[in-house]
């Protein structure tokens, strides 16, 4: 069964950084357009950035434009999504996501259901001083 699996959450300062790592060991991730995701308490999973195959494109919601930036390596089957300039209102449970796209090499910032079908269980973020 194919899984996802996020690390690197925690608890930062606000104008602090963290970096947040998806890797799988069940499958690879060439070929597939990864999207970052984000839940805070009693609101829906929002999107907030993705990356095609082969690095191709990479978006970001505009609330993340200029903070956040996103990579991925396939060599070692990892996607990662560097924060910077943290706010409080970053703060959730942030998701990796993968579906299989290798060509067009495309992504789409959206949560919307069925666009992603291989999830992660998630990350907490809490920014806070």
């Known amino acids: 069964q194919a899984q996802l699996a996020e690390s690197g959450g925690g608890l930062v300062q606000p104008g602090g950084s963290l970096t947040l790592s998806c890797a799988s060991s069940?499958?690879?991730?060439?070929?597939?357009?990864v999207g970052w995701f984000r839940q805070a308490s009693g609101k829906e999973r929002e999107g907030v950035s993705c990356?095609?195959?082969?690095?191709?494109?990479?978006k970001y919601d505009d609330s993340v434009k200029g903070r956040f930036t996103i990579f991925r390596d396939d060599a070692k089957n990892i996607v990662t999504l560097h924060m910077n300039n943290l706010k409080p209102e970053d703060s959730g449970i942030y998701y990796c996501a993968a579906v299989w796209a290798p060509m067009p090499p495309l992504c789409v910032v959206s949560a919307d259901k069925g666009r992603y079908d291989i999830w992660g269980q998630g990350t907490q973020v809490t920014v806070s001083s």
């Open positions: 990356i095609s195959a082969r690095s191709v494109r990479k």
């Open positions: 069940t499958f690879v991730l060439d070929g597939y357009a």
